[in-house]
């Protein structure tokens, strides 16, 4: 036995966007026995599971099509205007759990793009929000990844610069920095959700408390992608798994200090459960 010493951070699991996503989702499962999801409720492939166990069923917006007088969740990360308009014309009843915070995202965006603004969003290529945020602008919008993706000196010298709301605040406002270096007038919208924006700082203060940290995360986690940099940077003796049965032994010693964190997307259960697998070792 290793005698680990393991804590899970409280502040790490779903938003409240994931949150009121799946209690809706199981709400309906409950009454039903069955729900259509569009894309992955949550970007943590053992929730999805468990719910799928429940009678949730991902589809995809081919699928969407087909269907006829059938109720469809929309998941947190919000839809464009297509597949509201789609729904409408299949006698759809969708479900919409879109994130609060996403849809003022989409309305600002709309906005913008109603007064023929130039817009750019920092964002990850294909994401779901992004998507629905491209769908807002008639696919007119650019969308980068990194400020490497453009060429300074073919952006409008008048833009407005919007982001993923699960981007990191800091490169959001150096990416406003670099691009007004190169003299560029940005309207900046700091889009970002301040309960992820929030997490940096505290998962930087928890990661500095352990001697090993295990990041449990979906491997198509944006925000998780992001949130383990964090606590690598601060604790490079962190560790990325999805499941329990991904814990390797050698990464530990006697009486080691462990402690368990997420991303938004992570759900509580799945830490008690890495936790458990720890305190067995």
């Known amino acids: 036995m290793l005698q680990l010493n393991v804590a899970i951070d409280q502040n790490s699991g779903f938003c409240f966007g994931v949150v009121y996503a799946i209690e809706m989702a199981e709400d309906i499962l409950n009454e039903d026995g069955y729900l259509y999801c569009l894309g992955d409720i949550v970007h943590n492939d053992e929730e999805v ?4 166990r ?18 469809v969740l929309i998941r947190a990360h919000g ?9 409408a014309e299949n006698d759809l009843q969708l479900i919409d759990a879109s994130c609060p915070v996403v849809l003022k995202l989409q309305n600002r965006i709309k906005n913008s793009y109603d007064k023929d603004e130039k817009i750019y969003i920092y964002g990850k290529h294909g994401h779901a929000e ?15 990844q990194s400020i490497d993706e453009l060429n300074l000196d073919e952006v409008p010298r008048n833009m407005t610069l919007y982001s ?3 981007k990191s605040t800091d490169k959001f406002y150096e990416i406003k920095d670099i691009l007004e270096q190169s003299g560029i007038a940005v309207n ?9 924006s ?4 505290e998962l930087r203060d928890f990661a500095g408390q352990f001697d090993k940290i295990m990041f449990v995360s979906g491997t198509k986690s944006s925000n998780g992608k992001v949130l383990y940099q964090v606590c690598k940077n601060q604790n490079p003796n962190t560790y990325f798994i999805s499941q329990k049965e991904e814990i390797d032994t050698t990464w530990f010693s006697s009486q ?22 720890l305190l067995e070792l």
């Open 54 to 71: 429940k009678g949730l069923r991902i589809i995809d917006h081919e699928l969407l099509s087909q269907l006829r007088n059938e109720k």
């Open 198 to 201: 929030n997490r940096d700082k």
């Open 79 to 87: 839809e464009p205007p297509s597949t509201y308009r789609m729904a």
């Open 164 to 166: 993923q709301t699960t």
């Open 130 to 144: 992004v998507e629905g945020l491209l769908g807002q602008t008639n696919q007119e919008a650019v969308v980068f």
């Open 256 to 277: 080691d200090t462990v402690g368990i964190c997420g991303a938004t997307s992570t759900p509580m259960w799945l830490m008690e459960e890495v936790r458990d697998a």
């Open 49 to 52: 599971r468990r719910l799928e």
């Open 188 to 196: 900046a919208n700091d889009t970002i959700c301040r309960q992820v």
